[in-house]
């Protein structure tokens, strides 16, 4: 039986291949997605939500699809306020969005959580979805701070960072997302009485 951990290849993608995809300015292109693309995955994610209805990713492998339930919930993790980026259906929505993309995005994306379980059987000797918390962060804290990041991580840096926005993206389009911003706008108030005091005391402003 081949060795995983010597052969460099993670779940069907290999070491040459991640590195060649997440290949310094190439990555940036990768992922430059349009704003109508972006809004049909919210919707889709939205709808998949609302009807309940058990998910089938149509791009992600099943290996990717854990993958990425587990970063998410790093990047935005279930707290007092809300639920997590899994329970707001962030996996979802990037689902939708790579099925939607095109060659070079759908390259990126597998390079880089390729290049996650590289970097983690190198290091702990199992895939990323299956490390436990102070390992992740390990990975993690090295590419999160592209100022503070080696060189020699600068794939990882750029993968990390655009999947922090994607993420970013797809928890505050869901339902979820919306009302962990508390936003107010689109609401009839009959009587304007300006801006709550708390408010302006935490702004260091006063009506003259």
């Not at 590419?143 to 600068?154: E, M």
């Amino acid at each position: 039986m081949t060795d995983r951990r010597t052969d460099g290849r993670s779940d069907g993608v290999s070491r040459r291949e991640a590195l060649q995809v997440l290949g310094g300015a190439s990555l940036a292109v990768a992922f430059d997605w349009t704003p109508p693309q972006l809004e049909r995955a919210a919707r889709l994610a939205r709808e998949t939500a609302a009807s309940g209805a058990a998910f089938a990713p149509t791009f992600f492998t099943a290996h990717e699809y854990e993958t990425v339930r587990v970063l998410v919930d790093v990047i935005i993790p279930k707290d007092e306020r809300s639920g997590s980026a899994t329970d707001a259906g962030v996996p979802e929505y990037m689902d939708f969005l790579m099925s939607d993309g095109s060659d070079g995005q759908r390259a990126a994306m597998r390079g880089g959580l390729a290049w996650l379980d590289i970097q983690t059987r190198r290091r702990f000797k199992k895939a990323f979805k299956e490390c436990v918390e102070q390992e992740r962060a390990t990975i993690l804290d090295a590419i999160a701070w592209p100022a503070k990041a080696a060189p020699d991580l600068s794939q990882g840096v750029a993968f990390f960072n655009t999947f922090r926005d994607l993420t970013a993206a797809g928890f505050f389009s869901s339902r979820m997302g919306v009302e962990d911003l508390r936003y107010q706008g689109n609401t009839f108030v009959a009587e304007w009485q300006g801006c709550p005091p708390e408010a302006l005391a935490k702004l260091g402003v006063r009506y003259s």
